[in-house]
């Protein structure tokens, strides 16, 4: 790994890290305004494809947390930017609240499928519409492949366990474009001038999250909150740089020891 420079920039997680659903990890928002305080630059990158960009800031907005578009990085405008580098027709199984984030993209005969999280559109008949597409040649392009994700009621089936039941039955594999490839994390430190080596992830995922900024040379901060369960910081090597309670444990430790 690169030799480690003055800390930079602090790439943030969303779902999970600073927020589940509707409520705020407790602490989280006068955390962030601690951290602004700082000269680091601030970028919040998520692998959501439950909603658009501009409905995820209204929701964090509504939570109290100051933050403006311009430094959200998803994993849809990642995908949106492949799918137009390709200019391919995609069958797009994402949520309905996500499709804004795909405005003026064709979608009709499609000739690639991507999957985000879309648990509406996970049947049978769906499924076997993206199965045979795949067999017909079109590319399988996967927004992420998490495991699982946490919401309100409990941890739930992520898009990951789909993306791979459709590569093992075309024998195909898909590409990814959200967390934890190491393009996602370089897309999103673009225009703020800063190298891997000056930059840490914080998050709740530790192989999305910590194990993919880790291996593009960042450092790497899992928070016990959203979907971590116990010892997940044994499940990637190198292990993270620090495993702490939440994202403000997070925020003091980088006030402390890396600025």
């Known amino acids: 790994m690169a030799a480690r420079r003055a800390?930079?920039?602090?790439?943030?997680?969303?779902?999970?890290?600073?927020?589940?659903?509707?409520?705020?990890?407790?602490?989280?928002?006068?955390?962030?305004?601690?951290l602004r305080g700082t000269s680091v630059i601030i970028r919040f990158v998520t692998n959501t494809t439950k909603e658009s960009k501009q409905d995820l800031l209204e929701r964090l907005r509504k939570l109290e947390f100051d933050i403006s578009e311009d430094e959200i990085f998803t994993s849809l405008t990642a995908a949106r930017s492949l799918l137009e580098q390709k200019q391919v027709?995609?069958?797009?199984?994402?949520?309905?609240?996500?499709?804004?984030?795909?405005?003026?993209?064709?979608?009709?005969?499609?000739?690639?499928?991507?999957?985000?999280l879309a648990p509406e559109h996970f049947h049978y008949q769906i499924l076997n519409q993206a199965f045979r597409l795949l067999l017909d040649g079109a590319p399988l392009i996967a927004i992420h492949k998490a495991r699982y994700y946490k919401r309100k009621d409990g941890l739930a089936l992520g898009p990951g366990p789909f993306v791979t039941a459709l590569e093992y039955a075309t024998d195909t594999k898909a590409t990814v474009v959200g967390k934890p490839e190491k393009t996602f994390f370089l897309e999103a430190l673009r225009g703020t001038g800063c190298e891997p080596e000056e930059a840490v992830m914080i998050g709740d995922d530790c192989r999305d999250d910590v194990g993919g900024a880790q291996d593009a040379g960042m450092l790497g901060i899992l928070v016990k909150t959203g979907k971590y369960r116990a010892a997940d910081e044994e499940k990637i090597n190198p292990p993270p740089y620090l495993t702490c309670e939440s994202f403000p444990h997070a925020v003091d430790h980088i006030l402390q020891h890396l600025l």
């Open 7 to 34: 800390l930079k920039a602090v790439l943030v997680d969303l779902s999970g890290t600073l927020h589940i659903e509707d409520a705020a990890v407790p602490g989280a928002q006068e955390a962030l305004k601690r």
């Open 89 to 116: 027709r995609p069958m797009l199984l994402v949520d309905d609240r996500a499709l804004p984030d795909f405005k003026g993209i064709k979608t009709s005969d499609p000739n690639a499928v991507v999957i985000g």
